[in-house]
């Protein structure tokens, strides 16, 4: 039972990411999967939900309108579309699937926004 992140990487302000998270050993259309970030010294913060169809998604305030959260589950993946970047989306990302009672994290992935 895992999640596996990637996608990352160094970016300009203004550029563009997809992040993936495949998901193995569990029944993946099932369950709800969230993107969260911790930047250093920070918290971790939730980001971006899915729901097991993928027709309800929510997103903080901050990455509105610029982030974009939607899943393959024939492909057991769900993306994170990340628009517009700016400095401040500098973090590590995780994705996230609470699973019969188990809190399930990937490894995360660095996303870097500098010029």
């Known amino acids: 039972v895992q999640l596996v992140e990637s996608g990352g990487g160094l970016v300009q302000p203004g550029g563009f990411l997809r992040l993936s998270c495949a998901a193995s050993?569990?029944?993946?259309?099932?369950?709800?999967v969230s993107w969260y970030r911790q930047a250093p010294g920070k918290e971790r913060e939730s980001v971006a939900r899915?729901?097991?169809?993928?027709?309800?998604?929510n997103y903080r305030d901050s990455v509105k309108g610029r982030f974009t959260i939607f899943r393959d589950n024939a492909k057991t993946t769900v993306y994170l579309q990340m628009n517009s970047l700016k400095p401040e989306d500098t973090a590590v990302y995780y994705c996230?699937?609470?699973?019969?009672?188990?809190?399930?994290w990937g490894q995360g992935t660095q996303v870097t926004v500098s010029s």
């Open positions: 899915i729901w097991s169809s993928g027709g309800i998604t």
């Open positions: 996230n699937a609470k699973v019969a009672g188990l809190d399930l």
């Open positions: 050993g569990f029944p993946f259309s099932n369950y709800v």
